[in-house]
């Protein structure tokens, strides 16, 4: 595992090492990566590897960032043995030095496997780090300078700061979060008892007032934002359940100001809907009420993942294009400077839009659409059955084939009660213009494993809702 240059002279053998380190965990749960464990400190003759007091508080900073995004169970294990009182002096330097070789297998491997790993409810399998990052890291605590190495571990993206920022302020909050209990959608005007529970919620999260500073989200920063808050399911976070039908009245019935739904409030509303990629229409509906009731706990577990998050992005996103896809939204950086923001459609989550990063060849504004033949298949022949002037209403051309000399066909001749979707042997397109279903342009990119015949993001108009275009994203996803 170690070459000469890392490993000096052992005055111990590596039976005497694992001897120690059975001794030192006598009782106790052995380390996870033991006999790897036995050699490094066989090579240190058993002396501590974590002399530096900085490099172990910013390495158990990272570790507990990283438990907390709950990619893997065992980094909270190394969390809770660390906080252990009876695991001390040698055997919790050696519990550092556990974790820090699951870290580096993690971080090391993220750039390849990040997008399984931090975007799977399953854990992913812990392995031994490759040889040369373990090598990266001997050197460093050889040479005095673990610090600067431990440091190198963390996101290098320039969110990273503000979000850890973030993060550190959630988890400062351990007051009682107030839950909104009625199920009935509230709107402007009417009474509420939840209306002072939502007053306090918006209060808290920095909503209630456009001018708040000191509590805006992370999202609202002027860097470049890297992830919307609804990129995960607030139904991952195990948030509680409103309890019970809600009490909810118009304005007309004589009550307490203090429980009217009023302006204020709304707007509040709009900007935490906003915030977390929702329609901001200003009704708490369910999806609005079960982002109010997401505890501060809740959400720093958000965060944390969406820290790791981090590292699938490039270090700078001064150049180039950001596509958020739950907040169905891009924007275009030049020089630091955003130079367009647009919806996009994304697929719907039956066929998700997949992620990638890539250099684009060309842009091609006023496109026709060429609808993908799954997309026919699934979604327009069932239409073309139930009413034969779809296509004409539209815009969509039929053809004979996907040549270029395909020759159009004109709908009305063809018995479309006697037309199999499975076997469906033309090609629809749509003529560009504003009632195109997919936009007013077309970013190309070079051809990748995530898609199977092409990739193309498209930009629409910005005349549609955020609801409109969920519906769209699900009758015409790319």
Same mark, same amino acid.
């Given at each position: 595992?170690?070459?000469?240059?890392?490993?000096?002279?052992?005055?111990?053998?590596?039976?005497?090492?694992?001897?120690?380190?059975?001794?030192?965990?006598?009782?106790?749960?052995?380390?996870?990566?033991?006999?790897?464990?036995?050699?490094?400190?066989?090579?240190?003759?058993?002396?501590?590897?974590?002399?530096?007091?900085?490099?172990?508080?910013? *390495?158990?900073?990272?570790?507990?960032?990283?438990?907390?995004?709950?990619?893997?169970?065992?980094?909270?294990?190394?969390?809770?043995?660390?906080?252990?009182?009876?695991?001390?002096?040698?055997?919790?330097?050696?519990?550092?030095?556990?974790?820090?070789?699951?870290?580096?297998?993690?971080?090391?491997?993220?750039?390849?496997?990040?997008?399984?790993?931090?975007?799977?409810?399953?854990?992913?399998?812990?392995?031994?780090?490759?040889?040369?990052?373990?090598?990266?890291?001997?050197?460093?605590?050889?040479?005095?300078?673990?610090?600067?190495?431990?440091?190198?571990?963390?996101?290098?993206?320039?969110?990273?700061?503000?979000?850890?920022?973030?993060?550190?302020?959630?988890?400062?909050?351990?007051?009682?979060?107030?839950?909104?209990?009625?199920?009935?959608?509230?709107?402007?005007?009417?009474?509420?008892?939840?209306?002072?529970?939502?007053?306090?919620?918006?209060?808290?999260?920095?909503?209630?007032?456009?001018?708040?500073?000191?509590?805006?989200?992370?999202?609202?920063?002027?860097?470049?934002?890297?992830?919307?808050?609804?990129?995960?399911?607030?139904?991952?976070?195990?948030?509680?359940?409103?309890?019970?039908?809600?009490?909810?009245?118009?304005?007309?019935?004589?009550?307490?100001?203090?429980?009217?739904?009023? @302006?204020?409030?709304?707007?509040?509303?709009?900007? *935490?809907?906003?915030?977390?990629?929702?329609?901001?229409?200003?009704?708490?509906?369910?999806? @609005?009420?079960?982002?109010?009731?997401?505890?501060?706990?809740?959400?720093?577990?958000?965060?944390?993942?969406?820290?790791?998050?981090?590292?699938?992005?490039?270090?700078?996103?001064?150049?180039?294009?950001?596509?958020?896809?739950?907040?169905?939204?891009?924007?275009?950086?030049?020089?630091?400077?955003?130079?367009?923001?647009?919806?996009?459609?994304?697929?719907?989550?039956?066929?998700?839009?997949?992620?990638?990063?890539?250099?684009?060849?060309?842009?091609?504004?006023?496109?026709?659409?060429?609808?993908?033949?799954?997309?026919?298949?699934?979604?327009?022949?069932?239409?073309?059955?139930?009413?034969?002037?779809?296509?004409?209403?539209?815009?969509?051309?039929?053809?004979?084939?996907?040549?270029?000399?395909?020759?159009?066909?004109?709908?009305?001749?063809?018995?479309?009660?006697?037309?199999?979707?499975?076997? *469906?042997?033309?090609?629809?397109?749509?003529?560009?213009?504003?009632?195109?279903?997919?936009?007013?342009?077309?970013?190309?990119?070079?051809?990748?494993?995530?898609?199977?015949?092409?990739?193309?993001?498209?930009?629409?108009?910005?005349?549609?809702?955020?609801?409109?275009?969920?519906?769209?994203?699900?009758?015409?996803?790319?």
């Amino acid at each position: 595992m170690c070459t000469s240059s890392v490993c000096p002279a052992s005055l111990l053998t590596r039976s005497d090492s694992q001897q120690r380190l059975r001794q030192a965990f006598a009782g106790k749960e052995p380390p996870f990566y033991q006999a790897l464990l036995a050699t490094l400190y066989a090579a240190h003759n058993m002396r501590p590897m974590w002399q530096h007091h900085a490099a172990v508080q910013q *390495f158990q900073q990272q570790l507990a960032e990283v438990a907390m995004s709950g990619v893997q169970p065992q980094f909270t294990r190394w969390v809770d043995r660390l906080t252990d009182p009876s695991i001390s002096r040698f055997a919790r330097d050696v519990v550092l030095s556990d974790a820090m070789l699951g870290y580096l297998q993690f971080v090391s491997s993220v750039p390849t496997q990040g997008e399984n790993w931090l975007y799977s409810n399953v854990p992913y399998k812990l392995a031994p780090p490759s040889v040369a990052v373990v090598n990266q890291w001997q050197n460093a605590v050889l040479s005095g300078a673990s610090v600067s190495f431990v440091a190198s571990l963390v996101p290098q993206h320039p969110q990273y700061a503000p979000m850890h920022a973030a993060l550190n302020q959630l988890l400062a909050d351990s007051h009682t979060w107030p839950q909104l209990k009625n199920r009935d959608t509230l709107r402007l005007g009417q009474v509420s008892d939840d209306v002072p529970t939502l007053r306090d919620i918006l209060q808290r999260t920095g909503m209630l007032s456009a001018q708040t500073a000191g509590s805006v989200p992370v999202s609202q920063s002027a860097q470049p934002a890297a992830v919307c808050p609804s990129a995960a399911s607030v139904g991952d976070f195990a948030a509680q359940t409103p309890q019970a039908a809600g009490n909810v009245q118009n304005s007309s019935v004589d009550a307490g100001g203090d429980k009217v739904y009023d @302006t204020a409030l709304v707007e509040a509303v709009k900007r *935490f809907q906003q915030w977390q990629g929702l329609g901001s229409d200003g009704a708490i509906g369910p999806r @609005t009420r079960e982002w109010l009731n997401v505890t501060p706990q809740m959400r720093a577990a958000l965060v944390a993942l969406n820290i790791q998050r981090l590292r699938l992005l490039p270090d700078d996103m001064y150049n180039g294009i950001m596509v958020n896809i739950p907040n169905y939204s891009l924007t275009y950086y030049n020089n630091r400077s955003k130079i367009l923001s647009s919806r996009v459609i994304v697929g719907r989550p039956d066929r998700k839009t997949p992620l990638m990063r890539s250099a684009l060849n060309n842009v091609v504004l006023n496109p026709p659409w060429n609808v993908p033949t799954t997309l026919v298949r699934q979604d327009i022949i069932p239409k073309m059955k139930q009413d034969p002037s779809y296509l004409y209403k539209h815009g969509y051309t039929l053809l004979s084939g996907w040549s270029a000399d395909a020759e159009v066909i004109d709908p009305s001749m063809i018995d479309w009660s006697m037309v199999s979707a499975s076997s *469906f042997p033309y090609r629809l397109r749509q003529a560009p213009g504003t009632t195109n279903s997919l936009g007013r342009y077309k970013f190309n990119m070079p051809s990748s494993d995530a898609i199977a015949r092409h990739a193309e993001l498209w930009a629409v108009p910005a005349r549609y809702s955020r609801d409109e275009f969920k519906l769209r994203a699900r009758q015409q996803s790319v």
